[in-house]
């Protein structure tokens, strides 16, 4: 039986074009989406003096009411008509601008689950948004995947001012540096002013402390202008735990089968999990159709739990794909489980472009600090060999027993093509879930750290910066959040227990009293980016870097990267710590990379035939890498035989 989701796109005449998915499952109709399943939508699109129909799922309630708030204060509120679940009225002066807020059984009042926008916080009324009044330009098809090369930022701590406004006014530094696509750490409102964006309530409201819906809009197109594209990380796998009142009069959103780090799991395979599974799939929709965001990265994807005969994940891609058919748009997960079987070829209905590569993360950061503690022990017997298993193959663990998870993880991946991770040597995970979110400039040797940069950029699978990397930014970016009391102490007092346990802390080094309170302004404001420090020397030099190996990925890996053949990449260990990796194209050319990850002189290499485009570090004549040293070749055929 299809859902209300399903009936409304059909009644719209939506109707699907993706293999496999049943009728409803839209693939046009552009001009109609802003009618949303979910939250408010006009009752006639030809006459707005009609008035707003206002909708909610409460199954376990009784009665609800709208309560419309006027410009003067005064609420006023219209009792809503009982079906299947939904109750629902329409209110002929409601407009744009106005608040409003469901009341439940005359007592307590909460805002729309699907609010466009919250301006008073998770805790305060919705309000009611007219999302065809921003003027789009026309055109933008976006980029293809091969192109992408990413920058994560977190709106509120990339500028001192913390806004969309401030953000785009630093765009064309970025597009000049030869990022191609801008990829925002969560937006969904969360409580308070200040947060990662992981404890977000409201998945449709865009968080009120960086701009209006409007201004988000006004960031993307800036940023379609300059030529690049912009990404929405989204999490479907929890509500965080402060203004999620979804508990209260929906409970059919979550389960107790499972649980997951950071609250109840979702309930995508239950009795009542089409309306739930209509919610999200229809939050992906709204991002890349209203908001045209270029691509979504799904969080921690491995705590979605689902048995249904098709998969959450699957169908979102499915609808994804069918509503995108003339775009680039791109998906990405996060996934600890290192699923191979969820990605495929960029675009592929039902899979997923790429997944974030932590085993490269990882093996790069034992190779550059030689940590150990947690999920540092499976890299640090063979960091190089994992590091080149992940060049080669994509994934570190394939299968093979994880010393730190206690299990098998991973699937083959040397089938996937190299554009399926992404790779990174830093992101808000691996900075920010330190005690003391340090980055790598401030944990390695300069001339180390740079020849992981050439690997990462130089490599054919996607990279990913992380703001403030491109200028050797020394600026911390902590765990911060905007929690009450008592959440504020059980946070504060858990990451000190987390901690407690690793090395620096346990050994008698650090004191865990010592790690920044996440609820403190302070916290926040100590991980704002330092705009002024880039014109220093240090920092000049190392845009210059960024800059320079991107150019040389623009015009010598970009153009082949969609060449290359899957499967087909041949990795060489010249040592304990040297190697070479060869990636062949369809046409006979090959990508090379060779690199000394090590103190000393590397063994000789084989004579390439041809000069490296690309060279960072110093070498000995044409067969020996100094240490910490990389080349970057183009082989044509003949070299090849050679």
Not at 108 to 133: C, I, K, M, Q, W
Not at 324 to 331: E, F, N, Q, S
Not at 375 to 397: I, K, M, Q, S
Not at 504 to 531: K, N, Q, Y
Request: charged letters at 25%; proline letters at 7%; glycine letters at 8%.
């Amino acid at each position: 039986m299809n859902s209300p989701f399903h009936e409304h796109l059909a009644a719209q005449g939506v109707l699907a074009r993706a293999p496999g998915i049943q009728r409803g499952e839209a693939s046009r109709g552009h001009r109609h989406l802003h009618r949303m399943p979910f939250g408010p939508q006009r009752v006639s699109e030809r006459d707005p003096a009609e008035g707003y129909r206002f909708r909610l799922w409460a199954p376990v309630e009784k009665r609800v009411e709208v309560c419309l708030i006027g410009a003067d204060g005064v609420k006023h509120y219209h009792p809503c008509a009982k079906s299947e679940g939904w109750h629902c009225c329409e209110i002929r002066d409601a407009k744009p601008g106005d608040l409003y807020a469901f009341r439940l059984d005359g007592q307590l009042e909460v805002p729309d689950p699907a609010s466009r926008f919250n301006p008073r916080d998770v805790h305060g009324p919705s309000l009611l948004v007219d999302p065809t009044s921003f003027e789009w330009d026309a055109g933008w098809r976006g980029r293809p995947w091969e192109e992408a090369v990413i920058y994560e930022l977190h709106v509120g701590t990339f500028t001192p001012e913390g806004r969309y406004d401030a953000a785009e006014r630093r765009l064309p530094e970025l597009a000049e540096l030869g990022i191609t696509a801008i990829e925002l750490m969560p937006l969904a409102d969360f409580p308070g002013g200040r947060g990662w964006g992981y404890d977000g309530v409201l998945l449709y409201a865009p968080d009120a402390a960086y701009g209006t819906p409007d201004e988000l809009k006004h960031f993307i197109q800036a940023a379609h202008r300059l030529g690049m594209m912009v990404m929405l990380d989204v999490v479907y796998n929890h509500f965080g735990p402060d203004g999620n009142y979804l508990h209260v009069y929906t409970p059919q959103f979550f389960t107790a089968a499972h649980v997951t780090p950071w609250g109840g799991a979702i309930d995508f395979e239950g009795s009542a999990s089409a309306t739930v599974r209509d919610f999200y799939i229809h939050n992906a929709l709204y991002w890349l159709d209203e908001y045209r965001f270029d691509g979504l990265r799904l969080d921690a994807v491995q705590t979605i739990f689902d048995a249904s005969p098709r998969h959450i994940l699957e169908e979102i891609s499915m609808w994804v794909r069918a509503r995108a058919a003339k775009r680039h748009v791109h998906l990405v997960l996060e996934n600890l489980d290192n699923r191979a079987c969820r990605l495929a070829a960029p675009g592929t209905p039902g899979r997923y472009d790429a997944q974030w590569n932590d085993d490269f993360h990882h093996a790069a950061h034992v190779l550059l600090t030689g940590e150990r503690d947690g999920y540092y022990a499976d890299f640090a017997d063979r960091p190089a060999h994992h590091l080149v298993r992940c060049l080669a193959e994509g994934f570190a663990y394939q299968g093979e027993h994880s010393k730190f998870h206690d299990a098998p993880r991973g699937e083959p991946s040397a089938t996937l093509p190299p554009t399926a991770f992404v790779n990174f040597l830093q992101n808000h995970d691996q900075i920010g879930n330190r005690a003391f979110g340090e980055r790598l400039v401030t944990l390695t040797d300069t001339h180390k750290l740079r020849a992981l940069v050439a690997i990462q950029l130089l490599a054919p699978a996607t990279p990913m910066l992380f703001m403030g990397e491109e200028a050797g930014a020394e600026t911390p970016f902590l765990y911060f959040c905007d929690y009450g009391e008592p959440l504020a102490s059980a946070v504060r007092d858990g990451r000190k227990r987390e901690f407690s346990a690793f090395e620096r802390f346990s050994g008698g080094g650090d004191s865990v009293d010592d790690i920044p309170d996440p609820c403190a302004p302070a916290t926040f404001d100590d991980s704002r980016l330092d705009w002024d420090a880039r014109r220093g020397d240090r920092q000049r030099e190392w845009l210059g870097f960024y800059r320079e190996l991107l150019a040389l990925r623009r015009a010598e890996v970009v153009p082949r990267v969609a060449l290359l053949v899957p499967g087909r990449a041949a990795r060489t260990l010249v040592g304990d710590s040297a190697f070479e990796v060869r990636w062949p194209t369809v046409g006979g050319e090959v990508l090379m990379m060779r690199a000394n990850l090590a103190d000393e002189m590397s063994l000789p290499f084989p004579a390439a035939g041809v000069a490296p485009f690309a060279s960072v570090g110093e070498g000995e004549g044409a067969t020996q890498l100094g240490p910490w040293s990389v080349r970057a070749y183009v082989l044509s055929a003949p070299e090849v035989r050679r």
